[in-house]
């Protein structure tokens, strides 16, 4: 199947800092990567969605100035989180299909702490 | 509304069982993807089976198969002959066609506990 790597999986920052995260697909173009955030003990919330080469669109409530998210390539797409707050805090994860679109593969997650 | 509705948050089944995980969805468009994907504790979204709204067959992958009836707008999972390492969360999800970009949503998921 398809592997999508995701770095770092851990990150420990203090607040004001700003976060990076990198998807990357290994063995596929990803014509389209999703972010996605979750909670302990809930399902996963979408964040927004990047077609390689265009903006992102992001769902209602998100701020895109907060969560900049760039898709330069078919390979990698990232999530920085700007600024970061405690609230910030959460699971982070990507996804990523092909030209076909026919299943959104997931990376392995990102686990931010903001102190 | 909801789209997605997982009704069972917690599933007890003993190995080498089956167990089914319900879902329920809600959309009218007439062309949809539906998924399982499972979640365990490392929090890796593995994705496990699909199944189509045109597919006439239900969907299996190995000891997966999903329990699709569309009039009654269900895509239960099955597992068959539980293994301790399918301890896990499962998420049923559905993709529109007609949302643009393929967007999946979830619903809130099943944790599944296979014991001895």
């Known amino acids: 199947g398809a592997v999508v790597s995701q770095h770092p999986s851990w990150v420990i920052c203090k607040s004001g800092t700003s976060v990076k995260i990198e998807c990357r697909s290994l063995d596929f173009q990803a014509t389209t990567m999703f972010w996605y955030r979750q909670f302990p003990k809930q399902s996963l919330m979408l964040m927004a969605t990047s077609n390689e080469g265009s903006k992102a669109t992001y769902e209602q409530g998100v701020e895109k100035d907060k969560f900049l998210i760039n898709h330069a390539s078919l390979t990698l797409s990232t999530l920085t989180v700007t600024s970061a707050h405690p609230e910030d805090s959460s699971f982070y994860i990507c996804?990523?299909?092909?030209?076909?679109?026919?299943?959104?593969?997931f990376g392995p997650g990102t686990r931010l702490l903001v102190l | 509304a909801q789209k997605i509705t997982q009704t069972q948050p917690g599933m007890f089944v003993q190995e080498k069982e089956a167990v089914t995980l319900d879902c329920t969805y809600d959309?009218?468009?007439?062309?949809?993807?539906l998924f399982w994907y499972k979640q365990p504790s490392s929090g890796e979204m593995i994705f496990l089976i699909y199944?189509?709204?045109?597919?006439?067959q239900n969907a299996t992958e190995g000891r997966y198969s999903l329990n699709f009836q569309k009039a009654r707008k269900s895509a239960n999972l099955v597992i068959s002959a539980s293994q301790l390492g399918d301890s896990a969360m499962y998420f049923c999800a559905m993709r529109e066609v007609n949302t643009g970009f393929q967007k999946l949503v979830f619903g809130t998921g099943t944790r599944l506990l296979v014991s001895p």
């Open positions: 996804s990523a299909t092909d030209r076909e679109q026919e299943t959104q593969y």
């Open positions: 199944q189509g709204s045109y597919d006439q």
């Open positions: 959309t009218s468009d007439p062309s949809y993807g």
